[in-house]
């Protein structure tokens, strides 16, 4: 550790640092201080016996100032032979002495010689008939300017009272107070009364208005109340110079007009000032003659003391400065350049320069210790925010940290995912306007100091969608932590399960009678076919239509049954373009009265998964579209239609985009699509888009809805395969893996 050594300073006896000095000096000017208040408060009158005592007091002061001159004098000589002596050894604290005084003595030595010049002619002056008028004056005219502002006061008050006393005022008085209010008001704008009121005989306030900052209402007195009631204008101005004036309102049978205003405060501080000043000047006036003489001995002794004063400060502090000076700018040369263990040498004496030393050697160390702090914490908060930071990013839940006021403080990028905007836009956020369903949840938590668990449903640009969110306040009440994760395809799942356990028992109730029912359908047909002579035609039409609907409700039984046990897919990689290719054809063969196009990439593009699974999910949704093109066509929308299957490459996914331009899907719970049994024509089950969701989810793929971006009117459906589902690769090639 450096270490800088204080030389220890000269042991100079001064004279002017002895006990006797201060001692000697502090009475001085104890005396002089106090001769000098006495003269100018009065406390013992100069022209009586008092003003020879305080005189003779003065000039015993005067003696013992200059006795204390001698001794400093002599404390300057030896100085003097001491630089001489050591070829300028004490240069410097001569030239700090000497700067002390001379810069004490010139504006004193100025002031004294002016002082001694004009003393008697000033203090004449100042009590002449011509000062005493110009006070006089002042005092006048301060009055003058409070007249004139109740005078203004007055003549606005008579010019208010008489619109007051119109008889179109009057009955609005008691006809429309609200009219009569407004109309107060006005008047109080336009004569520049900011306080009016409308009193009755007791006091009480009828009607009133008052701008801001205005007088505040004070009660007048009898007197002015009596002087109101006989029709005259009651004035009142109180010391702040407010004015306050009542009168009463002929036209009313018991209504008086109080009004207010705050007059120029710097009339009323004028005022105080002249009058006080008036009266002081004529006390001063009393006792002029023996203050010509108590005042030139007191700044005499005055500007001596300064003197003497400084010079002791001088020689002081020449010898206390001057030895540290250079260990001190050396040492804080060194923290400076970076280097704190600096540190300087305390010395004997126990002063400024020694609590200087002290305060420089803890001003280095609390440095030194500081720094190591705040380098360890922030490597700590570093090392912290990023493992926070890390975490947070893997989480696949939504994490947000809200403080009292309802501003997001902490959002992960998951977060960010499930409202659809950026982890950096939520930061500093407001919760009420980022995800304003939270804001309930947050509140009752922050308030009840107890987690709130939610199920919520938020709709975004991509749909509706279900949260879970679960809020837990601070233990601090400092905010609360919001953890939220997307449900709805567990609460989709868990329909879907609900609902192929419904489809398994409504096939297994309707299979049962179907076959016999057909059998006796068609024994009816042969047995009593031949038989039936009248109305023959009747007969086959119902037995047809029995068997017909019978073979309809087969067939649903069958849609109900595949929905409940989907097939095991057979794992294997083919080729998404030609697969496309194939079912585009189908549909073109199908529906030759509309475009049906695909866009395929030139490279193939290799899945692994079951392929006759994939390219009856496909055919399902192509053969939609066509259908609500067809929809569309029908309706008189447009005379052509088209469809087209594109197939992209995004990252680890098969991206297949099928667009149309039928009728679309609907706005609301358009989600809601992909659950069994719903469906938006009038006929059919809806487990089409239903069975297309369960083998793409199979595949561990996704499908969303939207609308067509690339024409007025028209649906967009999006199947997201990845190209290596995960469950899917862990099973042997060709293994079949159950999905039911």
Known sequence: MASFAIAERPKVKLAAASAVFRVVFAIAVVVAAGTTYIAVTGSINPLAAGRSQLIWLLWANLVLIIGLGAALGVRVWRLWRENSATGGGARLRLRIIALFCVGAMAPTLAVAGLLGATISRGIESWFSERVYAVMDNAAQAAQASLDEVTTDVEAKLREMAADLNEPGAVRGFTDDPELYATYLRDQSLLRELPTVFILN????????????????????????????????????????????????????????????????????????????????????????????????????????????????????????????????????????????????????????????????????????????????????????????????????????????????????????????????????????????????????????????????????????????????????????????????????GQRQAAWRDVARRIAHEIRNPLTPIQLSAERLRRRFGDQIETDRDTFDRCTATILRQVEDIGRMVEEFSNFARMPKPTVERFDVGEMTNAVVFAQKMASPSMSVTSHIPNEPLVLLGDERLLSQALANVVKNAAESVDRAMNAGGSKTGAVSVEVLHQDDEALLVVRDTGVGFPEADRERVLEPYVTTRESGVGLGLAIVNRIVEDHGGRVELGDNENAPNGARVELRLPITPRHLAEEPHGAGVGVG
């Open 201 to 492: 005989r007791n006091g009480d306030a009828l009607f009133e208005t008052r701008a801001p900052d205005a007088p505040e209402f004070a009660t007048l007195s009898e007197s002015n109340w009596a002087a109101a009631a006989n029709g005259l204008i009651a004035m009142a101005v109180d010391k702040d110079l407010v004015v306050r004036a009542l009168y009463r309102l002929s036209g009313y049978s018991d209504a008086y007009l109080y009004v207010a205003r705050q007059g120029p405060q710097t009339v009323a501080a004028q005022l105080r000032a002249t009058q006080a000043g008036l009266s002081a000047y004529r006390e001063a006036d009393d006792r002029r003659t023996s203050l010509r003489v108590i005042f030139a001995l007191s700044y005499l002794e005055t500007a001596l003391l300064v003197l003497l004063g400084t010079a002791w400060l001088g020689m002081a502090a020449a010898a206390q400065i001057t030895s540290p000076l250079g260990e001190l700018a050396a040492a804080a040369r060194a923290v400076r350049d970076g280097d704190l263990s600096v540190r300087l040498e305390r010395p004997t004496d126990r002063d400024e320069i020694d609590d200087l030393t002290d305060a420089f050697n803890q001003m280095t160390s609390r440095l030194s210790r500081q720094t190591h702090a705040l380098d360890t914490a922030r490597i700590d908060a570093e090392n912290r925010s990023a493992f926070i930071e890390a975490v947070l990013s893997g989480v696949e839940a939504g994490v947000m940290r809200i403080d009292p006021a309802f501003n997001i403080t902490v959002a992960n990028q998951s977060a960010g995912r499930l409202l659809g905007a950026s982890a950096r836009s939520l930061n500093s956020a407001d919760l009420t306007e980022a995800a304003p369903e939270f804001a309930a949840a947050a509140r009752k938590a922050l308030e009840g100091g107890q987690v709130v668990d939610a199920s919520l449903k938020r709709d975004g640009a991509k749909g509706a969608s279900n949260l879970h969110l679960r809020a837990a306040p601070a233990a601090d009440g400092s905010g609360v932590v919001l953890t939220f994760h997307d449900t709805s395809r567990l609460i989709a």
